[in-house]
């Protein structure tokens, strides 16, 4: 038995190996390149393994965006009936069930049930209660994953189908509640941007429809030699975002006057060692925060070479390629990390650091870069770009106004956040009880 034998022996019910009661399935998908376009854009919807691990987090039906046409169909398999699908690699021993027919590769596998003692739903449950029992045993070379011959030993209980029905009960209301209270965030997390242009008294015009006469324009080459040459940049929506921004209530400036430093990242080719210097990556970078679960770590001799790519409380750091203009305020706990050469960093004055940061991840800055952006395959922006950002400046009173109301609704979707990740606990508590306790 693959499970602690201290936890199972406690367990009043009946206990069985997936092998027993499992059939289980790879997908498949022969064909490499995989991203091989002659296989895709078909009738045939086509499971990632990101789909199964959304799924199973939300405990929602499995959404995909890919498909295979007949071609791709053919190098692969095509799963009619319901099947509980399981990720074996990279993330392991995710769940959902698939209830339409649908294609997968290789790292994933389809479970169905070799008789009635089981549902389907149950087993979806039971092994995210297990899920971190199923990691803890795969094997790792370059990366995780976990075979058949692994899954078919471990070991499954099997109550009665009422305590089935009631263990699926309580996960289903639990999963309820955790949507509902991440719902109630994401209107918190939408209501900042309404809430900051009011208080700017910024209207933001509506979208034109995307229509032939809407992509026509005219603009005078005198223009065009004193700027960009693109045509992307002269469309209508963003003079009229321009406008928008220039008619509130507060003065408008560029940001360069607020900035006492502003420089690149290190480039650093991910050198990265187990000790060292701490380093920022651009993944850590999420709006208004700072988020570095897995921290990095550069070798001591680069310390001289990192001297101007260090940051400081308070400064503002900026990403500069992928995911454009997300901005993070530097908090104590990374005071003195180096940073990436994606991202650029800013140190302020005479302006509050979190007032910039929120305009900067506001609509009013994803519209200024979206617009001022360079690079055709791949955009990015730069140190001029950032220092000719326009926005609205009130005094200092109002800024801390700002931030104060901002800094609480942030909170509040904080707190919506924990309680939907400890409702989830909380109930696979209870159901860990019933399976695993028989004085319970």
């Known amino acids: 038995m693959l499970l602690d034998k201290s936890i199972i022996q406690h367990s009043k019910h009946a206990l069985t190996t997936f092998k027993k009661k499992i059939n289980m399935q ?44 007949e071609l791709g169909l053919f190098t692969s398999r095509l799963f009619n009936e319901k099947v509980l699908v399981i990720t074996i690699a990279a993330n392991i021993g995710y769940t959902a069930i698939l209830d339409y027919p649908a294609c997968f590769p290789d790292s994933l596998i389809a479970l169905t049930l070799k008789d009635n003692d089981l549902t389907l739903e149950y087993l979806n449950i039971y092994i995210r209660i297990i899920r971190q029992y199923i ?9 995780k994953n976990i075979n058949l011959k692994q899954l078919g030993k471990l070991p499954i209980i099997v109550p009665n189908k009422d305590i089935q029905k009631e263990i699926v009960s309580i996960m289903e209301i639990a999963y309820s509640k955790k949507i509902q209270l991440e719902n109630e965030a994401q209107v918190l997390l939408k209501s900042i941007d309404t809430y900051l242009l009011q208080e ?9 429809k995307n229509t032939l006469e809407s992509r026509m324009f005219y603009v005078n080459l005198k223009d065009i030699l004193k700027s960009r040459f693109d045509s992307f940049y002269y469309q209508k929506k963003y003079d009229k975002y321009e406008k928008s921004i220039l008619s509130g209530k507060y003065p408008i400036n560029k940001l360069e006057m607020y900035i006492k430093n502003i420089s690149y990242g290190a480039s650093v080719d991910n050198c990265y060692d187990k000790t060292g210097i701490p380093m920022l990556r651009i993944r850590d970078i999420k709006p208004n925060a700072i988020d570095s679960q897995e921290i990095v770590y550069l070798p001591v001799e680069m310390e001289e070479e990192l001297h101007h790519s260090r940051v400081r409380v308070g400064d503002i750091l900026i990403t500069r390629s992928g995911t454009i203009g997300v901005c ?14 994606f991202m650029i960093k800013i140190s302020l004055k005479n302006i509050i650091p979190e007032y910039v940061s929120y305009i900067i991840n506001s609509y009013i800055g994803k519209k200024y870069f979206e617009r001022n952006k360079i690079g055709a395959v791949q955009g990015n922006i730069t140190i001029p770009i950032i220092k000719s950002l326009l926005f609205p400046v009130p005094q200092m009173e109002k800024q801390k106004e700002i931030v104060q109301k901002i800094k609480d609704i942030y909170l509040e979707i904080k707190r919506l956040d924990e309680e939907a990740q400890e409702t989830i606990k909380l109930a696979k508590s209870k159901v860990e009880k019933i399976l695993l306790y028989s004085d319970l």
Do not use: M
Request: aromatic letters at 12%; zero cysteines; a neutral charge.
């Open 135 to 143: 990691e803890k045993i795969a094997p790792q070379a370059a990366q």
């Open 200 to 208: 700017l008294g910024i209207t933001i015009p509506s979208e034109e």
């Open 26 to 69: 790879r997908g498949r998908f022969g064909h490499r390149p995989r991203n091989d376009p002659r296989y895709y854009n078909g009738i045939y919807p086509f499971i990632q393994t990101g789909n199964i691990v959304k799924a199973s987090e939300s405990n929602e039906k499995i959404e995909y965006s890919q498909t295979l046409n």
């Open 328 to 341: 993070s305020i530097v908090d104590k706990f990374h005071d003195g990390f180096a940073f990436g050469s």
